[in-house]
């Protein structure tokens, strides 16, 4: 299992950026893969999360209408499209994997990347 976050940096308010995850082929066909986010001395925060065909997405209250989740299979990654970025989306950005069986709980992680809004 390989999930690899990349895309990560500094951004202004109001600026964009994109996220990458690169996932092993296996998991990539078999798992709905989903994006957390992480401040110190906070809990991990979902972020928003796609199904393992594309046609379903979801995202947390506080990026509605702001984040985009996507996947392309060509490259057998899924995308995390951040925009009008504000200070509080600072965190560190981690890609998972979805429990086959168990809904809602990610089982395989991979490494975060930083992101960092300036005001």
């Known amino acids: 299992v390989q999930l690899q976050a990349s895309g990560g940096g500094l951004v202004q308010s109001g600026g964009s950026l994109r996220l990458a995850c690169t996932v092993s082929?296996?998991?990539?066909?078999?798992?709905?893969t989903g994006w957390f986010r992480q401040v110190p001395e906070k809990e991990r925060e979902f972020v928003a999360g796609?199904?393992?065909?594309?046609?379903?997405?979801y995202g947390a209250d506080s990026v509605k209408g702001r984040f985009t989740i996507s996947r392309d299979n060509a490259k057998m990654t899924v995308y995390l499209q951040m925009n009008s970025l504000k200070p509080e989306d600072t965190a560190l950005y981690y890609c998972?994997?979805?429990?086959?069986?168990?809904?809602?709980?990610?089982?395989?992680w991979g490494q975060g990347t930083l992101v960092t809004v300036s005001s």
């Open positions: 082929e296996y998991t990539y066909n078999a798992y709905s």
């Open positions: 796609i199904t393992v065909s594309g046609s379903s997405t």
């Open positions: 998972a994997r979805e429990h086959a069986t168990v809904v809602g709980v990610y089982d395989y």
